[in-house]
C-alpha cells in the first residue's frame, strides 16, 4: 500500500515533532515517521534528561502551540555566571541587560516530548506513522519511503531527523565529519536545601565543563563533563561516594545536596554533516550537526533548523514551486550554514581553549573572562546569541505569517 503526503519527517524525537509541526503550520500534510511506539517515548518516568530552550526557541514553540503545556514545568533562567576554576575572574550574565524576560528556560525532556506530542495531536495536518524505514528512492517527481511493515510513503521531500548516527543521511551517501571529545557527559538530578533563585552555572574545570543548570523548585540538574577514563570509574562509586565527589565540584552555596533520579552518561562526540541536503532530502537537528553540550545550544539549534526550513518551503509552495526541488533545498542550507558552523566553532573552541592547562593559557582565560564582562556592548551581543535572537530570525520567531 502506497500513501501520499507533501513532507515525511523521519525521526520522531523533540527536533522530529518540532520539524513536523512547522512544517505543518507551513501549509503541508506531513507523515511524522518514528519506529518506537508513542507510549515508549512518551514515558512519563523522569530519565534525568535535561534541555535547554532560548527565548528564541520559545517564541517558535509558541507559535507551532507547544510552550502552553510546557511552561508551567519549566524553571526560568534569570541569570548564567560563568567561572574558570583556575581564575578568581568569572563572567555574569544578567537578563534585566537585555529586557524583563528570562534568557532561556530548562525542563525535563520528558516535558518537552508531551507537550510537542500533544501539539502534534491537536495538528490536522500531522499524521504519525509507526513504523522504521528500510529504504529510500528518489526521482525527479518526488521520494518513496519503504517501510519496515512493508508499506511505502510517497512524499516530495524526506526531512531528516533521525539522530546524530543518521540511517537517512547514510541512505544518501552524504558524508559527516565527526570529532572523538573522548569525553563523557555524567549526568544527575540533585536536591538542595537554598534556592537557586533562577541561576545557571558553567564550571570549567580540568575535565571539561561543569553546568548546574535550575530546575523547577530546589533542584538542579548537573551535567558533569569529564575525561573517560575517570568518569568511568566516577561511575563506578557508590551514592554517597558520587555526592562526596559532586559537592567538591559543585561547592556548598545551595546547602546540602541529595542525589535523586538515575546517575546517566553519555559520551561526546561531533558530528556534522557535510551537506546540510541531498536529492530530494534536508538534514535536521542531530542529523546535520551534534554538538558538544557546553552552551546547552543543540535543541535550539535544531528548532531554527525546523523554522528556517518551514519558511523557505512555504516561500517555495507560495511560488508554486516542488518544495523538493534543488533550489528550495539550497536556500535552506544557505541560511543555516553560518548558524551552523558558528555555533560548532564555537563549542568545539570552548571545549579546547576550558581544557588547557597551563598556568599562561589559565591566566589569559581568566582576563578573557574579565574583559568580556567589562565590555557591556560585546557582553550584550553575546547574550543575544545564547537567546537565540541575533542574526536574520526565522519568520516562526518573529511572530510574521510563513
Same mark, same amino acid.
Given at each position: 500500500m502506497?500513501s501520499?503526503f507533501?513532507?515525511?519527517?523521519v525521526?520522531g524525537?523533540m527536533?522530529?515533532?518540532?520539524?513536523?509541526?512547522?512544517l505543518a503550520?507551513a501549509?503541508?500534510?506531513?507523515?511524522? #515517521?518514528e519506529?518506537v511506539?508513542?507510549?515508549t517515548?512518551l514515558?512519563?518516568?523522569?530519565?534525568?534528561r535535561?534541555s535547554s530552550?532560548?527565548w528564541?526557541s520559545?517564541?517558535v514553540?509558541?507559535?507551532?502551540?507547544?510552550? +502552553?503545556?510546557?511552561a508551567?514545568?519549566?524553571?526560568p533562567?534569570?541569570d548564567?555566571?560563568?567561572?574558570d576554576?583556575q581564575?578568581?575572574?568569572?563572567?555574569?550574565y544578567?537578563?534585566?541587560d #537585555?529586557?524583563d @524576560?528570562?534568557?532561556g528556560?530548562?525542563?525535563?525532556n520528558?516535558v518537552?516530548?508531551?507537550?510537542l506530542?500533544?501539539?502534534?495531536g491537536?495538528?490536522? $495536518?500531522v499524521? !504519525?506513522v509507526?513504523?522504521g524505514?528500510?529504504?529510500m528512492?528518489?526521482?525527479d517527481?518526488?521520494?518513496?519511503l519503504?517501510?519496515?511493515?512493508g508499506a511505502?510513503?510517497?512524499c516530495?521531500?524526506v526531512?531528516?531527523?533521525?539522530g546524530a548516527?543518521?540511517?537517512?543521511?547514510?541512505?544518501?551517501?552524504i558524508?559527516?565529519?565527526? @570529532?572523538d571529545?573522548?569525553q563523557t557527559?555524567?549526568i544527575a538530578?540533585?536536591r538542595?536545601s537554598? !534556592?537557586h533563585n533562577?541561576?545557571?552555572h558553567e564550571r570549567?574545570l580540568?575535565?571539561?565543563?561543569f553546568a548546574?543548570?535550575p530546575?523547577?523548585?530546589?533542584?538542579?540538574?548537573?551535567v558533569?563533563?569529564e575525561?573517560?577514563?575517570?568518569?568511568? $570509574?566516577v561511575?563506578e562509586i557508590? =551514592?554517597?561516594?558520587?555526592?562526596?565527589e559532586?559537592?567538591?565540584?559543585f561547592?556548598?552555596f545551595? &546547602?546540602?545536596?541529595?542525589?535523586?533520579g538515575?546517575?546517566?552518561? =553519555? =559520551?561526546?562526540?561531533?558530528v556534522?554533516a557535510?551537506r546540510?541536503?541531498?536529492? +530530494?532530502?534536508?538534514?535536521?537537528?542531530?542529523?546535520a @550537526?551534534a554538538?558538544?553540550?557546553?552552551?546547552?545550544? &543543540?535543541?535550539?539549534?535544531?528548532?531554527?533548523?525546523?523554522? #528556517?526550513l518551514a519558511e523557505?518551503?512555504?516561500?517555495?509552495?507560495?511560488?508554486g514551486?516542488?518544495?523538493?526541488?534543488?533550489?528550495?533545498?539550497?536556500?535552506?542550507?544557505?541560511?543555516r550554514r #553560518?548558524d551552523?558552523?558558528?555555533?560548532?566553532?564555537?563549542?568545539h573552541?570552548?571545549?579546547r581553549?576550558f581544557?588547557?592547562r597551563? !598556568? !599562561?593559557v589559565?591566566l589569559a582565560?581568566?582576563?578573557?573572562l574579565?574583559?568580556? &564582562?567589562s565590555m557591556?556592548?560585546?557582553?550584550?551581543q553575546l547574550?543575544?546569541?545564547?537567546m537565540?535572537?541575533?542574526g536574520?530570525?526565522?519568520?516562526?520567531?518573529t &511572530?510574521?505569517r510563513?
Amino acid at each position: 500500500m502506497e500513501s501520499r503526503f507533501d513532507i515525511c519527517v523521519v525521526g520522531g524525537g523533540m527536533s522530529g515533532m518540532t520539524a513536523a509541526l512547522a512544517l505543518a503550520r507551513a501549509g503541508f500534510e506531513v507523515a511524522l #515517521v518514528e519506529r518506537v511506539p508513542r507510549q515508549t517515548i512518551l514515558d512519563s518516568s523522569f530519565d534525568g534528561r535535561v534541555s535547554s530552550v532560548s527565548w528564541g526557541s520559545k517564541l517558535v514553540l509558541e507559535r507551532l502551540d507547544a510552550w +502552553r503545556d510546557i511552561a508551567p514545568r519549566a524553571q526560568p533562567i534569570l541569570d548564567i555566571r560563568v567561572s574558570d576554576r583556575q581564575s578568581p575572574f568569572f563572567l555574569h550574565y544578567d537578563h534585566r541587560d #537585555v529586557g524583563d @524576560h528570562p534568557m532561556g528556560w530548562i525542563m525535563e525532556n520528558r516535558v518537552l516530548r508531551q507537550a510537542l506530542d500533544s501539539a502534534v495531536g491537536r495538528a490536522a $495536518r500531522v499524521h !504519525p506513522v509507526c513504523a522504521g524505514v528500510v529504504a529510500m528512492e528518489c526521482d525527479d517527481a518526488g521520494a518513496t519511503l519503504g517501510l519496515d511493515d512493508g508499506a511505502r510513503l510517497r512524499c516530495s521531500l524526506v526531512v531528516a531527523c533521525d539522530g546524530a548516527r543518521s540511517p537517512l543521511r547514510a541512505m544518501a551517501g552524504i558524508d559527516a565529519w565527526q @570529532h572523538d571529545y573522548r569525553q563523557t557527559a555524567i549526568i544527575a538530578t540533585v536536591r538542595h536545601s537554598r !534556592p537557586h533563585n533562577g541561576i545557571a552555572h558553567e564550571r570549567f574545570l580540568a575535565g571539561g565543563p561543569f553546568a548546574i543548570l535550575p530546575l523547577p523548585g530546589d533542584r538542579s540538574s548537573i551535567v558533569w563533563t569529564e575525561d573517560e577514563e575517570i568518569a568511568r $570509574r566516577v561511575l563506578e562509586i557508590d =551514592h554517597g561516594s558520587f555526592s562526596e565527589e559532586l559537592v567538591w565540584r559543585f561547592g556548598d552555596f545551595l &546547602g546540602p545536596l541529595e542525589v535523586t533520579g538515575p546517575v546517566l552518561d =553519555h =559520551h561526546l562526540s561531533l558530528v556534522v554533516a557535510n551537506r546540510l541536503t541531498g536529492w +530530494r532530502l534536508a538534514l535536521v537537528g542531530d542529523a546535520a @550537526h551534534a554538538i558538544h553540550p557546553i552552551a546547552g545550544q &543543540g535543541f535550539n539549534l535544531g528548532i531554527r533548523d525546523a523554522a #528556517v526550513l518551514a519558511e523557505v518551503l512555504a516561500d517555495m509552495a507560495r511560488l508554486g514551486l516542488d518544495p523538493g526541488t534543488g533550489a528550495a533545498l539550497a536556500a535552506y542550507a544557505r541560511r543555516r550554514r #553560518v548558524d551552523t558552523w558558528m555555533l560548532v566553532a564555537m563549542t568545539h573552541g570552548l571545549n579546547r581553549l576550558f581544557a588547557m592547562r597551563s !598556568p !599562561p593559557v589559565a591566566l589569559a582565560r581568566g582576563l578573557g573572562l574579565a574583559l568580556v &564582562g567589562s565590555m557591556k556592548p560585546v557582553k550584550r551581543q553575546l547574550m543575544k546569541d545564547a537567546m537565540g535572537v541575533a542574526g536574520r530570525l526565522p519568520r516562526l520567531m518573529t &511572530g510574521e505569517r510563513l
